[in-house]
């Protein structure tokens, strides 16, 4: 199983980014595929989960509104488009996998991660 983060950056408070996790090792669509962050200090928190059979979506309250989790299934990727980010949203961000299925935002149903992909927010 392998999951390759891209997208990060610098962007300004306010601004947009979209980042990517492309997968490979396992069957995509039947899979819960989960976007996780760390931010300096602090313990990693989940921000948005996917189901890729079905599409079902689950988001963080402090980023409902602002965040969309998609995936591709064709493409084996699934995305998460962040609009109006904050500086406080400064923090490496991961894709990570769940065998088990489940849509859920905490770190221990997870499986497989990725190395992360770093994303600053400029004030």
């Known amino acids: 199983v392998q999951l390759v983060e891209s997208g990060g950056g610098l962007v300004q408070a306010g601004g947009s980014l979209r980042l990517s996790c492309a997968a490979s090792?396992?069957?995509?669509?039947?899979?819960?595929i989960g976007w996780f962050r760390q931010a300096p200090g602090k313990e990693r928190e989940g921000v948005s989960a996917?189901?890729?059979?079905?599409?079902?979506?689950i988001y963080a309250d402090s980023i409902k509104g602002r965040f969309t989790i998609s995936s591709d299934n064709a493409q084996n990727t699934v995305y998460l488009q962040m609009n109006n980010l904050r500086h406080e949203e400064t923090a490496v961000y991961y894709c990570?996998?769940?065998?088990?299925?489940?849509?859920?935002?905490?770190?221990?149903?997870?499986?497989?991660w990725g190395q992360g992909t770093q994303i600053t927010v400029d004030s």
């Open positions: 996917i189901v890729t059979s079905d599409g079902d979506t």
């Open positions: 090792g396992f069957p995509f669509d039947d899979y819960a």
């Open positions: 990570a996998e769940s065998e088990g299925l489940v849509l859920s935002l905490e770190e221990y149903e997870y499986n497989y």
